[in-house]
């Protein structure tokens, strides 16, 4: 197996790419411009990446939530979504109440 | 301006303080979703231990837990790792003069940046402003040490009792951290982010059924503009109106 591609070397790789943009940030601190085109374009694709990312670990699971039903799976997500956005994009209830809701499910479905 | 007396072991316990409570509640709960991501993606104690210690912000954390868990080639890994790292810059380039005492470049500045996080950045920006100068940097790493501490916390208690978790707490857990993520970035007050967080929502995952590594980065990198060249139209359209 390529030494890159262990969980050892991808961890390198994910350290050096966050450290590298970290040590430029504090290098350049005070003599570049943030608030730009390309910036906010990087941000897109970020935004996108990541959120795609998280959805593939919710729908499309390889951990111990793919033995959880998909319906579960998205009545939670959806729910989560719905109280996120009535407290006003508030975090929190969001998230814990879209937690609670994926647990009572696999304890109902236990009974 | 918040009264420190000057002294750096104040300033550094107020940042303790005020790290203890609903930040640290944060980073220890989304830690432990972390923790269980962690260890069913195959990682062992110390090495998910090390990934928070030095990756350090949830994003890029849940991407190599992710990526690591799909087997994704390395390039693709390194090409998603360095876009999503970008994130960084931004937040270093305006947390670095807030925290220094003194202006220009110092070396020590790169472990201040080490030790950023969205939490810390917003801590720093907004709390620490109102601070004297010369305390700033001990609030700082106070606040941000503490965090550390608490994510260091939550991803051993989590990975080392995954085991023996109920049934139900583990995928709840694995929903958690994921689900505060994709909610944390939707909190976001620019459109265009928006627009890009959804667009990516739908595109990236069935693109990566397609070709792991081409559907992660064709995709992140379509949904993204899609959603910068989309705001960027609602943003020159009332101007043409007027």
Known sequence: ?111 | MRETSGTVRRAFFLGLRDSLGLPAIGIVAALSGYGVMARDAGLDLTMAMLSVATIWTMPSLMAYAELLASGTAAWAFFIALLVISIRNLPMAVSAIPVIRARPGFRWHQIMLAQLLSPTAWVQITTVGRTLDPSDRMPYYLGFALTLLAGGLFGTWISHTWASGLHPALGPALLLFTPLFVVLTMATSPKRSSLLALVTGCILVPPLMLYDPEFGLIVGGITAGTIGFVLSGRERRGPERKK
């Open chain 1, 1 to 111: 197996m390529n030494l890159l591609e262990t969980p050892w070397g991808l961890l390198a790789i994910a350290f050096g790419c966050a450290f590298f943009w970290r040590a430029a940030g504090a290098v350049l601190s005070g003599r570049i411009e943030v608030d730009t085109p390309l910036f906010d374009w990087c941000i897109c694709v970020t935004q996108a990446i990541v959120g795609g990312l998280m959805v593939r670990a919710i729908f499309w699971p390889s951990s111990q939530l793919a033995t959880v039903p998909l319906t579960d799976r998205a009545a939670s997500v959806a729910i989560a979504l719905a109280v996120f956005l009535a407290c006003g994009k508030r975090i929190f209830p969001g998230v814990v109440t879209g937690s609670l809701i994926l647990a009572a499910s696999v304890v109902w479905r236990s009974l």
